[in-house]
Nanobody, 126 residues
């Protein structure tokens, strides 16, 4: 069992930056891919970014490419999401998640992930 706790959300003006962090309750090492998802009011939870266990691969949804960067520090059991040039449409609750079994075809699906954090609110004002 892995517990995930997100932090770093808040209110920021458009064009600003935030850094989200996710701390795991135990060592995840290279066993888990770590992803970030978000859910805006009235919308389904959507994929944002994922990083492989050894940090060799990252995938981003098109709307955040070039603005968001996902990274991880396995020694500290943490994964981060650096968000720059934020837009009002980035407003959502952001969730950290961990997946043990996945493929390139399923890594964007919420059903692929075994563990989820409680979420952190990000609000971008115009």
């Amino acid at each position: 069992q892995v517990q995930l706790v997100e932090s770093g959300g808040g209110l920021v003006q458009a064009g600003g930056s935030l850094r989200l962090s996710c701390a795991a309750s135990r060592r995840t090492g290279t066993d888990y891919a770590m992803g970030w998802f978000r859910q805006a009011p009235g919308k389904e939870r959507e994929f944002v970014a994922v990083i492989s266990g050894n940090s060799a691969s990252t995938i981003y949804t098109n709307s955040v490419k070039g603005r968001f960067t996902i990274s991880r520090e396995n020694a500290k059991n943490t994964v981060s999401l650096q968000m720059n040039s934020l837009k009002p449409e980035d407003t959502a609750v952001y969730y950290c998640a961990a997946a043990t079994w996945y493929s390139s075809g399923t890594i964007r699906d919420t059903q692929t992930y075994d563990y989820w954090g409680q979420g952190t609110q990000v609000t971008v004002s115009s």
